[in-house]
């Protein structure tokens, strides 16, 4: 069993390409000082894990980018 079995995976509301996108799970962030990022299309594949201040900055340059 994952250690990230329970984690709440989200999805980006913009993510409407027929599923080519990834999944984060940041209510993780707080217990594990991490955000583990997964592909959509493999739930049960390999699971990165970035520190909250690196998908901090990640989700900011994006959001620059694309609003």
């Known amino acids: 069993m994952s250690e990230?079995?329970?984690a709440?995976?989200?999805?980006?509301?913009?993510?409407?390409n027929?599923?080519?996108?990834?999944e984060a799970a940041a209510?993780?962030?707080?217990?594990?000082g991490v955000v583990p990022v997964r592909d959509s299309k493999n739930?049960?594949?390999p699971v990165l894990t970035v520190?909250?201040?690196?998908?901090?900055?990640f989700v900011g340059a994006v959001r620059d980018r694309v609003i």
């Open 51 to 57: 520190s909250t201040a690196a998908f901090a900055a």
């Open 43 to 45: 739930p049960d594949g």
């Open 4 to 6: 990230y079995t329970r």
């Open 18 to 22: 027929g599923g080519a996108c990834i």
């Open 8 to 16: 709440v995976w989200r999805k980006s509301s913009y993510s409407s």
């Open 27 to 32: 209510d993780l962030a707080v217990s594990h």
